[in-house]
Nanobody, 118 residues
């Protein structure tokens, strides 16, 4: 089992940037594909970005392509989400998820709030 802790959320104006971090502990981090999901009030949790175990391949939901970048550092047991050109519709709780493959996380962190003001 892997334990995940997100950080880096906050309040930012539209057009601004934030970098989310997710620190992992427990079972070997490099054994997991990593994902970022988000959940806005009243909505279900949705996929944002994913990265394979090696970090070679990434996947993004269409609405964040060209604005968000997922990366990982297996030596530091961490995954990141660089978010640029933020929009009010990016406002949500962002969750880090670990799993056997991208898009199928089985372990979650507690989430970090991102609020984008217009």
């Amino acid at each position: 089992q892997v334990q995940l802790v997100e950080s880096g959320g906050g309040l930012v104006q539209a057009g601004g940037s934030l970098r989310l971090s997710c620190a992992a502990s427990g079972r070997a981090f490099s054994a997991y594909a990593m994902n970022w999901y988000r959940q806005a009030p009243g909505n279900e949790r949705k996929f944002v970005a994913g990265i394979t175990r090696s970090g070679v391949n990434t996947l993004y939901t269409n609405s964040v392509k060209g604005r968000f970048t997922i990366s990982r550092d297996n030596a530091k047991n961490a995954v990141y989400l660089q978010m640029n050109s933020l929009k009010p519709e990016d406002t949500a709780i962002y969750y880090c998820g670990a799993g056997e493959r991208v898009g199928a996380p089985g372990s979650w962190g507690q989430g970090t709030q991102v609020t984008v003001s217009s």
